[in-house]
Nanobody, 127 residues
Framework: QVQLIESGGGPVQTGDSLRLSCAVS????????MGWFRQAPEKEREYVAA????????YYANSMKGRFTISRDNAKNTVYLQMNSLKPEDTAVYYC????????????????????WGQGTQVTVSS
């Protein structure tokens, strides 16, 4: 069983930055591809970004490119999401997710590729 605990969310102003963290336990972290998703009220869960096991490959949803950066520290069993120039439309619950079935340094690109999810952390951006 893989446990994921997100942190770092909170209320911010337009233009601010936040770094979300997701601490992972229960499985060797370096065997997992990791991703971030978000879900705004009354909307479907939306893919944000993913990163390969070794951190060498990343993938972003088109709308997230440029302002968001995913990274990981395998020594700390943690994946991060750096968010810059935040906008009110970024308001959502942000979830991290783990893909245990990934092969080599592949990147999961669909919600269904992920096997375990955290509880989420709320990000609220006010204008």
């Amino acid at each position: 069983q893989v446990q994921l605990i997100e942190s770092g969310g909170g209320p911010v102003q337009t233009g601010d930055s936040l770094r979300l963290s997701c601490a992972v336990s229960g499985r060797t972290f370096s065997t997992l591809a990791m991703g971030w998703f978000r879900q705004a009220p009354e909307k479907e869960r939306e893919y944000v970004a993913a990163i390969s096991r070794n951190g060498g490959n990343t993938y972003y949803a088109n709308s997230m490119k440029g302002r968001f950066t995913i990274s990981r520290d395998n020594a700390k069993n943690t994946v991060y999401l750096q968010m810059n120039s935040l906008k009110p439309e970024d308001t959502a619950v942000y979830y991290c997710a783990a893909d245990i079935r990934v092969i080599n340094i592949g990147i999961p690109k669909k919600l269904d590729d992920f096997d375990y999810w955290g509880q989420g952390t709320q990000v609220t951006v006010s204008s």
